[in-house]
């Protein structure tokens, strides 16, 4: 079983920063990809960014959604490698939605994450941002 804990959502003006964090738990392996997707009231679930972390921990990509290239940054933290940042600069107003993390493990590649197949799912940190 495997637990994924969001935190560090809130409220933030159009043009500021946000950072949140996505903390796995539980049957984790190495190998894996960890994604932001996020969901605003009447929309779609869109995938944000997603991060894949090979097994020995040498190889990293990372994939974004065209509306936050330059805007966001998906991240791994180096000592706990279960737990993914998304740093979110030049919020917009259009930014505002709950955001969660999906996770996926012993996966080749983020492709099943991407798909919005993942397994398992946080349960959402809410992003407003006022104009």
């Known amino acids: 079983q495997v637990q994924l804990v969001e935190s560090g959502g809130g409220s933030v003006q159009a043009g500021g920063s946000l950072r949140v964090s996505c903390a796995a738990s539980g049957n984790t392996y190495s190998s894996n990809c960890i994604g932001w997707f996020r969901q605003a009231p009447g929309k779609e679930r869109e995938v944000v960014a997603a991060i894949y972390s090979r097994g020995d921990n040498t190889h990293y990509a990372t994939v974004y959604a065209d509306s936050v290239k330059g805007r966001f940054t998906i991240s791994r933290d180096d000592n706990a490698k279960n737990t993914v940042y998304l740093q979110m600069n030049t919020l917009r107003p259009e930014d505002t939605a709950m955001y969660y993390c999906?996770?996926?493990?012993?996966?080749?590649?983020?492709?099943?994450?991407?798909?919005?197949?993942?397994?398992?799912w946080g349960q959402g940190t809410q992003v407003t941002v006022s104009s």
């Open positions: 999906a996770a996926e493990f012993s996966q080749p590649s983020c492709s099943t994450v991407l798909r919005g197949l993942a397994r398992y």
